[in-house]
């Protein structure tokens, strides 16, 4: 990073359990099955983070996930930077999309009228410059290609650029989660060399058999696996130390590393260089958390150590900048396992994931969260089935005190729900009223298409937005309807950390409770004056808050009346907005 000006070395360490683990290949064991049997076989003692209980506001949030590059175009000039070309296969090229883009949007209120909580963008690190061909010409406009973790990629904008969204956010209550990559560099290119035999492997490609096919292996033909087991000293690659020494920051970068290492006592091995850059970026501008990619792939110790290093460097952030921090919460990590998921999905097991032949708990090193993939599949249930079973798996049961983030679309899930845009607007119910934290993808919110038939592969859901759209009157509905769901839950922390009960068959009416926070909601009503019974949620006299028409009426006879042209209604105290989980 060009502004960092050094590592404090002042900050206590925290309380963390330190463990040795290792692999035994003997059946699915695991983590506390997996301890060294001699020092020979050990890895290396790494942070091991236990959370006690998730935060009750991550267990609820809102967040937003977009490619900035497919978001909106805030700088022309900066659409195709270090020479690329417009030359890319359909939608594998760069269409624009920066972080100018995204801030004009925050300026807009476009978020806070979605109710969101937090945004996470694909990642804004220099990715390579030239393009790979194994599908179809490709460009790095998915920020996934490292090339450089302590830069800001051009096509996306600068470094000031990113700090500038970063306070820009949390200005307006919102918190922004970088993506990170630990697992690989970008692919070669002729304009990005392969980074030297000690830095990452190309060979073996993983088969998906084992714990070791998909961690000690090349993802693909072309995208080199950084040597994450290797706890041995290494030099920077020449291809950084030249870029730097360009750029006029070489001997500043040497110094910073040095003292990291000087404080941290980590072996100048490749993980351990990436946690600093990585975790720069929270020392420098109060990154609440991050979306961790590829997390399986990665041995599962170093989380930890990521986790701890990013939560050292939030709580030095914090105290040198009292006046600017959101709160007090600490430093949020979410990740991406692939194939993991709630009620045991694809190669779950509760909290753990299955390799075949180990089974580990990422919880159980630095985890505050995971995505969880199986909610896509899950969605073609009907609500109370998905919403009774989340509510008990997440209260009490397997996932009980650890956190979830839903999704119905992704950049990269072929098996994302109604791609067809076929159920808009229920698609949006499920997902936004099921117990867990919400991920929208960008574009759910105005049924951006999520099938680009000229598109190769995953980039057909990646289909840049269409502002323009939400001049129609029926994507103006459709945003309105996601605006109404997401300020409902950003205002009640129960809809998604609370405990569920069904109240009514039909009309279904549930109600959620969290705390001293109880919520109510309607469904399948006749438009027009309705009535129910406040039952246990709330008590007589109470003033009640429908927050999808805005309507406001008090328990009278242990009953609710509304008179809305709705369907619908979203049920919560009015002044329970002062209470918000933000």
Not at 2 to 24: D, N, Q, Y
Not at 110 to 121: E, T
Not at 370 to 381: C, D, E, R, V, Y
Not at 465 to 472: A, E, G, L, T, V
């Amino acid at each position: 990073m060009r502004k960092v000006t050094g590592l404090s070395a002042l900050i206590p360490a925290l309380a963390l359990t330190i463990t040795a683990c290792s692999e035994r290949q003997s059946g699915a064991l695991s983590d506390a099955e997996l301890a060294p049997s001699s020092p020979e076989a050990s890895a290396p003692a790494l942070t091991e983070v236990k959370p006690d209980s998730a935060d009750p506001f991550w267990k609820n949030a809102t967040v937003y996930f977009m490619l900035p590059d497919r978001f909106h175009n805030g700088n022309p000039d900066n659409d195709l930077s270090y020479g690329r070309k417009d030359d890319a296969a359909h939608l594998r090229g760069f269409h624009g999309g920066d972080l100018r883009g995204v801030i004009q949007k925050l300026d807009e209120g476009y978020f806070n009228d979605l109710g969101v909580d937090a945004i996470w963008m694909s990642p804004v690190i220099e990715n390579v410059h030239g393009f790979d061909e194994g599908d179809k010409r490709t460009y790095a406009f998915h920020g996934y290609w490292p090339k450089d973790w302590t830069s800001v990629d051009a096509n996306f904008g600068t470094e000031e650029e990113l700090a500038e969204l970063i306070a820009k956010a949390r200005s307006k209550g919102l918190r922004i989660l970088l993506d990170v990559i630990i697992n690989h560099t970008g692919p070669v290119t002729r304009e990005d060399p392969l980074w030297p035999s000690d830095w990452v492997r190309t060979n073996p490609q993983c088969d998906w058999s084992s714990f070791a096919q998909n961690v000690t292996c090349a993802l693909t033909d072309n995208l080199p696996d950084i040597l994450t087991e290797s706890e041995e000293p290494v030099d920077l690659p020449p291809q950084l130390t030249e870029k730097w020494q360009r750029e006029g920051r070489l001997e500043k970068e040497v110094a910073e590393l040095d003292a990291f290492f000087e404080r941290t006592g980590y072996p100048r091995a490749p993980k351990y260089y990436i946690v600093k850059w990585l975790t720069d970026w929270v020392r420098e501008y109060g990154v609440a958390g991050f979306r961790v990619d590829t997390v399986k792939h990665v041995e599962p110790e170093i989380w930890g150590v990521l986790k701890k290093e990013a939560s050292l460097a939030l709580a030095e952030w914090k105290a040198n900048n009292p006046e600017s921090k959101l709160d007090d919460r600490e430093f949020f990590m979410v990740g991406e396992v692939y194939h993991y998921g709630v009620n045991n999905f694809a190669s779950s097991e509760g909290r753990y994931y299955d390799f075949g032949d180990r089974k580990v708990d990422f919880f159980n090193h630095g985890f505050d969260s995971l995505i969880n993939m199986g909610f896509a599949t899950h969605a073609k249930q009907d609500m109370e089935s998905i919403f009774s079973e989340y509510s008990s798996i997440l209260n009490g049961g397997e996932l009980d005190g650890v956190s979830v983030l839903n999704y119905i679309g992704s950049h990269d899930d072929f098996s994302s729900f109604d791609r067809e845009r076929k159920q808009v607007k229920s698609a949006a119910l499920k997902l936004m009223l099921a117990p867990g934290a919400a991920q929208i993808y960008y574009g759910d919110e105005i049924a951006r298409p999520m099938i680009d038939e000229q598109a190769y592969g995953d980039a057909s859901m990646r289909v840049p937005m269409d502002w323009n759209s939400i001049k129609q009157e029926r994507t103006s509905d459709i945003l309105s309807h996601w605006q109404k769901l997401g300020q409902f839950r950003q205002s009640h922390p129960a809809v998604g950390a609370g405990v569920h009960q069904q109240l009514s068959e039909a009309p279904y009416v549930f109600s959620r409770t969290f705390e001293s926070d109880r919520v109510m909601v309607a469904l399948e009503l006749d438009a027009g004056e309705k009535t129910l019974s406040a039952g246990d949620v709330f008590a007589e006299g109470t003033l009640v808050k429908d927050y999808y028409s805005g309507a406001e009426a008090r328990v009278e006879n242990g009953t609710l009346t509304f008179d809305t042209e709705f369907d619908i209604l979203l049920l919560g105290t009015s002044q329970q907005g002062q209470l918000s989980a933000r």
